[in-house]
């Protein structure tokens, strides 16, 4: 068991999800409505700073009233669509994951359940498919729209003023840097709760299942202490998660100020050039992608971990004999 390597492949995952016929059309439907709402959420700032910049009384009219609310329900309408077109999708691949391990499950021979702790193999069931559902339907999409929101602020920016961009990205690679070994250490710790998780739900499920037989052999207190350990794994992994989240805010602050504060000397460039007009409408495009710049990390990071757990759940899917 101690020589025994944990597969960090993505590839039984993969397969596993494939194999459920994942509603591709739902699902490509629903990425495309939340791509279209991230590019929309793009978009408008510099349209609202165009039509700040031109405002006057008299240019209000009653089209364009309507046709500001009309954009803005549109896009709650498409917002809307994606959400539920991913939880379906979601759904409908958890329900037929569950399906295929319970038909597996009921086919293994007595001798699996005789090493397997019943309520492992419930946990399994329950829990880990369910994780699945979650990578689906939040941070899969939000994963896709992050990437889309960092490279589309950039574009923007790269058009708006290519060298005010290139300081702002001085910082990427030391966020990168900083940021990937906190992923490979989130996605250890995901595993190891996940696994913890299913086995306090075991040993929790056997114990109940066998109160009568526990209470004839008095071991109330060993079963009392053997529940407190578990408990308190779990809090310590859940304490050694809470770690890592708690850095990858300041860490982004950080790079954020960095970022930002690398622009002071092409403000002051452009005051010595007598052009300050053109650097206000340009500095404050610069927050832009550092806005977008926290959640993209979490919705990197995060989704990593929980496709390691779903690659753990992979690995101990039982296979029947043949």
């Known amino acids: 068991m101690g020589k025994q390597k944990q ?7 993969l397969s596993l999800i494939l194999s459920t016929n994942i509603p591709k059309a739902a699902l490509f439907i629903g990425l495309a409505a939340s791509i279209i709402t991230t590019l929309a959420g793009l978009v408008v700032p510099l349209l609202t700073k165009n039509l700040v910049d031109g405002f006057s009384v ?5 089209p364009l009233v309507f046709a500001i609310g009309a954009a803005f329900v549109i896009q709650a309408l498409i917002s809307g669509i994606s959400i539920y077109l991913l939880s379906y999708v979601g759904q409908k691949v958890v329900a037929r994951l569950r399906e295929q391990m319970w038909t597996k499950l009921i086919r293994m021979p007595v001798r699996y359940f005789d090493k397997q702790s019943s309520g492992e193999t419930v946990s399994r069931i329950v829990n880990d498919t369910s994780i699945v559902k979650d990578l689906i339907t939040n941070y899969f999409p939000n994963f896709a729209t992050g990437i889309i929101s960092i490279i589309g602020a950039v574009v923007i920016l790269l058009v708006m003023d290519w060298k005010m961009t290139l300081l702002m990205l001085i910082s990427m690679p030391l966020t990168l840097a900083i940021m990937m070994p906190l992923g490979r250490k989130m996605a250890k710790i995901a595993r190891g709760l996940q696994d913890e998780t299913a086995v306090f739900t075991g040993h929790i499920t056997q114990t109940l299942g066998e109160i009568r037989l526990m209470k004839a052999s008095t071991a109330e207190k060993i079963e009392e202490d053997n529940g407190y350990g578990g408990i308190d794994k779990l809090f310590n992994f859940g304490l050694k998660e809470a770690r890592i989240f708690a850095l990858i805010g300041p860490v982004m602050q950080l790079m954020i100020m960095s970022s930002s504060s690398s622009s002071l000397p092409t403000e002051h460039a452009c005051r010595e050039w007598n052009d300050v007009d053109r650097c206000a409408d340009r500095l404050p495009a610069l927050f832009i992608p550092n806005h977008h710049a926290d959640y993209f990390v979490r ?9 390691e757990r779903c690659d753990r759940t992979d690995h101990r899917n039982p296979r029947p004999a043949t």
């Open 7 to 13: 597969q960090t492949s993505l590839k039984p995952f």
């Open 58 to 62: 008299e240019a209000i009219s009653v």
């Open 299 to 307: 919705d990197v990071l995060y989704p990593v971990a929980k496709s």
